[in-house]
Every structure is written in C-alpha cells, then in structure tokens.
C-alpha cells in the first residue's frame, strides 16, 4: 500500500473470518453409519417398531391437540417463543456472558468448552477431583450427543441415567430413538425383559403391567439417589438475567438428582440462554403441550449457584458449542437452534412414525434432527458422509413446521441444507443431468428433437397410463413413484395446429365479452 506523500509502505491483510469449526468428525453421536434411505430401509422391516412408534406418536399427538386447543392465545405463544428466540440467537454471545457472569456471583464455576472432546475432558477432571468414581445422570440430550458416558466408562467412572426411559435405553445397551420418549421403540415385554436381565435383585416372577415395571426401577436408583456424591445434568433453559438453570420432567428423578448429590455439574448448549427470568412464562406453556401434551410439567426444578446448606455445595456450569456457532453463522440455517427439544415435530411426521429414530443416526431424530445434525456435524466430514442424506429424509409435507412451538419453518431449513449440499457436492449425475437439460431447452430444434424422443415412451405405458418402471438412472424415481406417460401431441405442437388457433381466438373472445360486461375490471 503506498501512502500518496511519503515512501510505499506494507499494508496489514487482517484476512476473511474463518468459519466456525463443526463439531469434530468422528466423536461423539452426531453421525450414523449409514445414509438414511439405507438405515431407514433395515428399519422399515421391523413391525415391532413400527407398531410401537404408531401407537405411541399418535396417542401423543392427540394429547397435544387437545391441551393446546383449550388456549385462545395458543397462536400468540408461538410468536411470543419465536421472537424471544430470534432476540436470543441476536445477542448470544452477550447473553453467555451475563449467564456466566450471574452464575459465577452466586457461587458457581463456568467452563467453556469449544466441542464435544472438551466437555468430556471438562466433566472427568471435575468428577475425579471429588474422589469418586460414580455419576448419577440427569436425562440430557447434549451428553448423549458428546457420548459423555462413553468417555466416563473410558476412564473408569460409571454413569447411571436415572430418567426411566433413558435407564431402559442404557440398560438394553441401546440408542434412544426419540428426543422426549427414548424408549418408544420399546414395549411392556421388552422392558420386563430388560429388568429381567439387567436389574440386580430383580423378582423373578416381574410381570409387564407398568406400575410393576416403574416400581422395579425406583427401588433399584434409590440407593443410588441416596449413596451418590456427583451428579450430571442437562438444562432446558439458562436465564441469564439470573443465573439461573432449568430442568423439567415427569418422573422426578431429576429433582432427586439436582437436590442430594454433594456436586452438581450441568452441560448445557449455548443455544438454551434465555435473556429473562420473565421468558420462562412463555416457554413453560409451550414446552409441556407440545412435548408431553400435558398442562404443566409435573417437576420444573430452577435452581441459581450454590446456597449454603441447601441442595449440592458445589456447582459446575459446563457451556457447549460443538457446532452450534457453525450453525450459528448460517443466516438460514441458525433458526434451527431455536428448537426446545420438545419432539412435536417428530410425532406428526410421516417419515419419523415409520422408520423411528435410529434410521438417523444422530442424537438428534426426525425433523429437527435432520436440519441440526448437519447444522452441527456438517455433512462432508468424509465421502459419501451418512448426514448428506439427512435432508432428504423428509417429503416437504409441513406437518412439523406447523407443529412446532417456536414456529421453526423446517420445510425450508431442509430445502437450503439440500441446496448447501449440491453446492458442496462438486460434479453429480444430477448436475450434469441438468446442465444436459439446459443445453436443449436452449435450442428449439433439439428441443422439439427431444419431445419426440420422449413421445416413444408412451409404448412402454401400461393400460393405467402409466410408467412404473424407468431405466436407470431413473430407476430410482420410478422404484417409488409410477410416472404419467408423455401426452400424445405436445403443448408446443397443440399451439401450432388449427385447434390450438382456434381454441386461443375463442378464448381471447371470452375475455372481451367480459371485459365488455364488467367497465370496472376493465379499468
């Protein structure tokens, strides 16, 4: 750079921002083994499950129907929740610090952690520093996405999920399949099963009626609630008006875990900041109707620091990224962390009921899994990565858009991730389809050319009119869809013959005569 009155001097190049980092490949649950079509296609051949699912997401969502019918202003919560989510996502870093700074004044301690491997690392130096070598958990789906109890198992510290559909999840060495329900792919038998075999000192003579089934369970954790020294949570919402964290439930497990432990450490996604203590109002109406179908949560636990005497003595507030700050940076696809977690998206959508969560390997199912996944994973982490598949995993019905809370428009999230995705993708057979395409459509001869060509397959039609199968590499269209055959004569040839004239004088002479009868739509 040369200075218009002195000698040149260097300039300084401060550079492009970089883009936020994805959450690492390879750790953590974030990513499946297998694309979707293929995961779902194993899924779809189990009935059990399909069963299971069906009965379960409508029983749900008929719940959620009700409860949220019996509000006049259920349209306007919605709104409310956006905008308070838009406003949050606008000041988040601000906020973070004011939580970290509230949260600190009233006796806790804040540790940042920039990915999935941090946390972990975070909450084993924390856990080992009290001695023990036993953890009571809290359901919480951002442990479940870092894999913390693998890690914990890893370093010689057992984890125990004290929610009871998480404790069938872990027990059965299985995956939860459903952000509010883990074990909805599960049923009565299976679970007696699972107790059978995993509970110590189980009855043998346990039956499947449910009760039976939730009164095992608690006498198997409550000397755990009462023996533990640590335990680890997750939050639904942090204000950061007041320091102060959330957790709401059904069971009360939760409250046990957040209460008698002597250390409470809690990983919670940066994303859950709330600005006021006031927004709970909102979001406590919303979360149990749209999750649960119920009113209100039957445990909401707040609690802010550390009080002498009362509840654990020392408190650890660990805040996650991984990701969420890549997701933030898409000014489309950040809406995407507006999500509460609350799983109505999944009970109404058509491809969720049938193919269960599993099929999407991530932490994070249906829906909303489908847009944040990538959001936090990214979905070129390798070839032929399983989350480039994930935006596809959906027919654009709109069912979940409609559904959801916060009035997150997924149906379009799931359109710009596919477009993200084609961009990103480098050469395809589609884009060189398409570009074939454009090449035609260009010149009118090979245009027409090409009409004709396509007039021929109207032979391989069957008597319905249809195409059920079409070569490849249209095959794939064709395997789940039947396509018209081509028309007899084109639009183009219509227009040029002598009943395609006449059919345009006749109706140009309609639209005079109504012109005529009506001044004003002359006008």
């Not at 997924?410 to 995705?421: A, F, G, K």
Request: aromatic share 4%; proline share 7%.
């Amino acid at each position: 750079m040369s200075s218009p009155t002195g000698p040149a001097t260097r300039g300084t190049f401060l550079g492009m921002p970089a883009v936020p980092p994805r959450s690492p490949y390879g750790t953590g649950h974030l990513r499946g083994e297998h694309s979707f079509p293929r995961a779902a296609h194993d899924e779809l051949g189990n009935e059990q499950l399909r069963r299971n699912l069906g009965k379960a997401t409508h029983s749900i969502r008929a719940k959620r129907l009700a409860v949220t019918g019996e509000l006049p202003d259920w349209e306007q919560l919605r709104d409310a929740g956006s905008a308070i989510k838009t406003d949050t996502m606008n000041r988040l870093p601000e906020l973070l610090e004011q939580l970290e700074r509230k949260v600190t004044e009233r006796g806790g301690t804040v540790h940042w952690a920039r990915d999935g491997v941090e946390a972990n690392e975070i909450v084993t130096r924390l856990v080992r520093e009290t001695g023990s070598d036993e953890i009571l958990k809290v359901k919480s789906m951002a442990t479940q996405e870092i894999g913390l109890n693998e890690h914990l198992a890893s370093q010689g510290i057992a984890a125990l999920e004290t929610d009871l559909a998480e404790l069938i999840v872990q027990l059965a060495d299985d995956r939860p399949s459903h952000i509010l329900v883990p074990a909805i792919h599960r049923n009565r038998e299976e679970i007696r099963e699972i107790f059978l075999r995993h509970i110590p000192g189980v009855d043998p003579a346990l039956d499947a009626d449910p009760a039976r089934l939730a009164a095992a369970a608690r006498a198997f954790l409550r000397e755990k609630f009462m023996t533990a020294k640590v335990a680890v949570s997750g939050a639904n919402f942090g204000i950061a008006e007041t320091g102060t964290l959330a957790v709401v439930e059904s069971e009360g497990n939760g409250r046990m875990c957040l209460t008698l432990p002597e250390t409470l450490i809690t990983v919670m996604g940066i994303e859950k900041v709330l600005p006021r203590f006031q927004d709970l109002e909102v979001f406590l109406q919303l979360l149990p109707r749209s999750s649960t179908g119920e009113r209100m949560n039957p445990y909401t636990s707040l609690w802010t620091g550390v009080t002498p005497g009362d509840g654990p003595q020392e408190f650890h507030l660990v805040l996650l990224d991984n990701g969420r700050t890549a997701a933030l940076a898409d000014r489309i696809g950040r809406a995407a962390l507006h999500c509460i977690r609350c799983s109505a998206c999944l009970n109404v959508c058509p491809v969720y009921e049938r193919t269960g969560g599993h099929a999407y390997g991530s932490t994070y199912p249906g829906p909303i899994g489908a847009v944040l996944t990538p959001q936090l994973a990214g979905m070129h982490g390798a070839k032929n990565d399983p989350n480039s598949s994930l935006p596809y995993a959906s027919s654009l019905c709109g069912a979940c858009f409609d559904a959801c809370p916060v009035k997150i428009d997924i149906p379009s999230l799931l359109v710009e991730l596919r477009h993200q995705h084609t961009e990103q993708s480098g050469t395809t057979a589609e884009k060189l389809a398409m570009k074939a395409a454009a090449a035609v459509m260009k010149r009118p001869g090979l245009f027409t050319a090409a009409q004709k060509a396509a007039g021929l397959g109207r032979g391989a039609a069957g008597r319905d009119g249809t195409l059920s199968h079409l070569p490849p590499p249209l095959n794939g269209w064709s395997d789940s869809r039947d396509t018209p055959a081509p028309p007899k004569q084109t639009f183009r040839s219509w227009f040029a013959s002598a009943e395609g004239a006449a059919a345009m004088r006749a109706a140009a002479e309609e639209g005079a005569r109504h012109t005529d009868d009506d001044p004003q739509e002359a006008s």
